[in-house]
T-cell receptor, first 113, second 110 residues
Framework: NAGVTQTPKFQVLKTGQSMTLQCAQDMNHNSMYWYRQDPGMGLRLIYYSASEGTTDKGEVPNGYNVSRLNKREFSLRLESAAPSQTSVYFC????????????FGPGTRLTVL | QKEVEQDPGPLSVPEGAIVSLNCTYSNSAFQYFMWYRQYSRKGPELLMYTYSSGNKEDGRFTAQVDKSSKYISLFIRDSQPSDSATYLCAVGGSNYKLTFGKGTLLTVNP
C-alpha cells in the first residue's frame, strides 16, 4: 500500500500561472486535508473534505480551490499563482470515527517566481 | 492568543540526554493530543496519540497531558542522533480538524 501520494514532488511556476496539486490515498479514509507549511508558521489548513462530496474552508483558503474527485482523490488548484503561495503543500487523510490522527503525504514543494 | 503555542527552539542536546518538548493550548474543548515527528524534507508522521490526562509510554517516548493546565509534553529518553527532527504537537476536538503547534527543531549530537 502506498498510503498517501502527492504529485508533483516539486514545481516552479511564474506569477499568474495555474496548476493543480494531486493527492491520492489507498487507505480507504473518508476525510482528506490540504495544508501548507511555511517557516515559522507551522502547518496551516487550506481546505478539507470531511467525506466524499463535501469540502470546507480551513484557515487560509484564499487563492485556492479544491475538488474531491472521489473517495481516493483530493486536488488543490491554484488559479493564478502568487509569490506568497511559495510553500510546501501537504495532503493528509483521516478515517471517520476512532482516533483523530491524520496521515500525511510526502509533500509538494512549490516555488512561485 | 494562539490556540496552540509551542517553543520553536532550536534545541540541541548530546546523545543520551533526556529531551522535554512542550505545548500549551487555550481551548478546553480539545480532546485529542498528538505528537508528530517530521524529518527534513519529509511529511509529518504520527509519533504518539492520547486522549486523556496522564502519561502514555511507547519505548523511549512518553507523552504527558495535563488537561487542567492545558499543557502537553513529549519526553524522549536516551536520545539518539536519529531523533533529530522537528516535533509538532497537535490537538483536536470533534470537528474533523487538528490544530498544530509550529514545531520544535531538535538536534541530537553524537
Amino acid at each position: 500500500n502506498a498510503g498517501v501520494t502527492q504529485t508533483p514532488k516539486f514545481q516552479v511556476l511564474k506569477t499568474g500561472q495555474s496548476m493543480t496539486l494531486q493527492c491520492a490515498q489507498d487507505m480507504n479514509h473518508n476525510s482528506m486535508y490540504w495544508y501548507r507549511q511555511d517557516p515559522g508558521m507551522g502547518l496551516r489548513l487550506i481546505y478539507y473534505s470531511a467525506s466524499e462530496g463535501t469540502t470546507d474552508k480551513g484557515e487560509v483558503p484564499n487563492g485556492y480551490n479544491v475538488s474531491r474527485l472521489n473517495k481516493r482523490e483530493f486536488s488543490l488548484r491554484l488559479e493564478s499563482a502568487a509569490p506568497s503561495q511559495t510553500s510546501v503543500y501537504f495532503c493528509a487523510t483521516k478515517t471517520s470515527g476512532g482516533t483523530d490522527t491524520q496521515y500525511f503525504g510526502p509533500g509538494t514543494r512549490l516555488t512561485v517566481l | 492568543q494562539k490556540e496552540v503555542e509551542q517553543d520553536p527552539g532550536p534545541l540541541s542536546v548530546p546523545e543520551g540526554a533526556i529531551v522535554s518538548l512542550n505545548c500549551t493550548y487555550s481551548n478546553s474543548a480539545f480532546q485529542y493530543f498528538m505528537w508528530y515527528r517530521q524529518y527534513s524534507r519529509k511529511g509529518p508522521e504520527l509519533l504518539m496519540y492520547t486522549y486523556s490526562s496522564g502519561n502514555k509510554e511507547d519505548g523511549r517516548f512518553t507523552a504527558q497531558v495535563d488537561k487542567s493546565s492545558k499543557y502537553i509534553s513529549l519526553f524522549i529518553r536516551d536520545s539518539q542522533p536519529s531523533d533529530s527532527a522537528t516535533y509538532l504537537c497537535a490537538v483536536g476536538g470533534s470537528n474533523y480538524k487538528l490544530t498544530f503547534g509550529k514545531g520544535t527543531l531538535l538536534t541530537v549530537n553524537p
